[in-house]
C-alpha cells in the first residue's frame, strides 16, 4: 500500500470533547422539547382546535390556558416537562456562552458576523480545533459536508446535492445561521446581497440552494476571521467591485 495515499486521523482533545458535549445536551434537550410541542398540537388538531404561533420558549406557559378542558388533564404532564425542558435548555445557553467568554476567546472573532452567536462560534472553534488542520480556509466547507457532490458521465454532469460529510451538528448550526443572513431580521452585507442574488435566480430548490451555498460561504469565512484575527468587515470587496463595475 502506498502510504502517501493516507492521512492522518486528529482525535479532538479529551477537554474539547467535554465541553462541546454541553452543546450535544443542548440539542438533545431542544429535540425533546419539539417532539413535545408538535405532539400538543396534534392532539389538539384532532380534536378540530388550533393552538396559535407561540415562540418554543413561552410554548407552555402561552399554550396553558388555551388548551380545551376537555384535553387539560392528559396534557398537563407534557406541558410541565416542556417547561421544565425550556428551564434546562436556558441553563445550558448560559453553560455556552461562560464557556465562550472565559475559555475559548477565539470565539469573538467569530461572533463579529451577524447571526452568528456564542452557540455556533463555540461548536465551530471546539468541532475544528486545530487551525492547522486545513492549508486553505476553503477547504472546511468540504469538510463539513456542505460541498455538492459531483457525478459525472460524458457531457452529463447533473447537479447533486451535498455530501453531508463530516459533523453534522455544526452542519446544521450553520444552516441555521444562513437562514438568518437571509431572513428579513438580518442586516445588509456583501454575504446577504449574495446570497439572495442565488434563490433569485430561479429554478428548482433555488432558495434551498442558496441556503446551502450562504452556509458553506460562511464556514469558510470563520475560518479566514480566526486564523487572520481580521476585525470583519460586511462590505469587504464591495468597492473594488464597484470601481470594476
Same mark, same amino acid.
Given at each position: 500500500?502506498?502510504?502517501s495515499l493516507l492521512a492522518?486521523?486528529?482525535?479532538? $482533545?479529551?477537554?474539547?470533547?467535554?465541553?462541546?458535549?454541553? !452543546?450535544?445536551?443542548?440539542?438533545a434537550l431542544v429535540? &425533546?422539547?419539539?417532539?413535545? !410541542?408538535n405532539t400538543v398540537r396534534g392532539v389538539v388538531k384532532s380534536t378540530g382546535a388550533r393552538l396559535p404561533a407561540s415562540t418554543t420558549a413561552a410554548f407552555a406557559t402561552k399554550i396553558a390556558p388555551l388548551i380545551p378542558a376537555t384535553l387539560k388533564s392528559a396534557l398537563a404532564p407534557l406541558l410541565k416537562s416542556i417547561q421544565h425542558l425550556s428551564e434546562q435548555i436556558h441553563r445550558c445557553d448560559q453553560q455556552v456562552e461562560e464557556l465562550a467568554e472565559k475559555k475559548y476567546p477565539e470565539t469573538k472573532l467569530l461572533r463579529q458576523v451577524k447571526g452568528v452567536g456564542p452557540l455556533? /462560534?463555540?461548536? %465551530?472553534?471546539?468541532?475544528?480545533?486545530?487551525? &492547522?488542520r486545513f492549508q486553505k $480556509?476553503?477547504? +472546511?466547507? /468540504? %469538510? #463539513?459536508?456542505?460541498?455538492?457532490?459531483? /457525478?459525472?458521465s460524458g457531457d452529463s454532469a447533473p447537479?447533486?446535492? !451535498? $455530501? *453531508?460529510?463530516?459533523? /453534522?451538528?455544526l452542519r446544521r448550526l450553520l444552516v441555521q445561521a444562513a437562514q438568518y !443572513? #437571509?431572513?428579513?431580521l438580518a442586516s445588509d452585507s456583501r454575504l446577504r446581497r449574495w446570497g439572495l442574488e442565488l434563490a433569485r435566480r430561479g429554478g428548482k430548490n433555488s432558495k434551498k440552494?442558496? +441556503?446551502?451555498? +450562504?452556509?458553506? *460561504?460562511?464556514?469558510?469565512? =470563520?475560518?479566514? =476571521?480566526?486564523?487572520?484575527?481580521?476585525? %470583519?468587515?460586511?462590505?469587504?470587496?464591495?468597492?473594488?467591485l464597484q470601481i470594476v463595475a
Amino acid at each position: 500500500m502506498d502510504i502517501s495515499l493516507l492521512a492522518p486521523v486528529q482525535h479532538r $482533545s479529551a477537554q474539547a470533547q467535554t465541553d462541546l458535549l454541553v !452543546i450535544r445536551g443542548r440539542d438533545a434537550l431542544v429535540a &425533546a422539547r419539539t417532539q413535545l !410541542i408538535n405532539t400538543v398540537r396534534g392532539v389538539v388538531k384532532s380534536t378540530g382546535a388550533r393552538l396559535p404561533a407561540s415562540t418554543t420558549a413561552a410554548f407552555a406557559t402561552k399554550i396553558a390556558p388555551l388548551i380545551p378542558a376537555t384535553l387539560k388533564s392528559a396534557l398537563a404532564p407534557l406541558l410541565k416537562s416542556i417547561q421544565h425542558l425550556s428551564e434546562q435548555i436556558h441553563r445550558c445557553d448560559q453553560q455556552v456562552e461562560e464557556l465562550a467568554e472565559k475559555k475559548y476567546p477565539e470565539t469573538k472573532l467569530l461572533r463579529q458576523v451577524k447571526g452568528v452567536g456564542p452557540l455556533i /462560534s463555540l461548536a %465551530y472553534v471546539l468541532t475544528l480545533e486545530n487551525l &492547522a488542520r486545513f492549508q486553505k $480556509s476553503r477547504m +472546511v466547507g /468540504s %469538510y #463539513l459536508g456542505l460541498q455538492p457532490k459531483q /457525478s459525472q458521465s460524458g457531457d452529463s454532469a447533473p447537479q447533486l446535492g !451535498i $455530501s *453531508k460529510a463530516g459533523n /453534522s451538528l455544526l452542519r446544521r448550526l450553520l444552516v441555521q445561521a444562513a437562514q438568518y !443572513i #437571509l431572513g428579513p431580521l438580518a442586516s445588509d452585507s456583501r454575504l446577504r446581497r449574495w446570497g439572495l442574488e442565488l434563490a433569485r435566480r430561479g429554478g428548482k430548490n433555488s432558495k434551498k440552494r442558496a +441556503v446551502i451555498a +450562504v452556509a458553506r *460561504k460562511l464556514a469558510v469565512l =470563520l475560518h479566514k =476571521l480566526w486564523v487572520t484575527g481580521e476585525v %470583519y468587515d460586511p462590505f469587504y470587496g464591495m468597492e473594488q467591485l464597484q470601481i470594476v463595475a
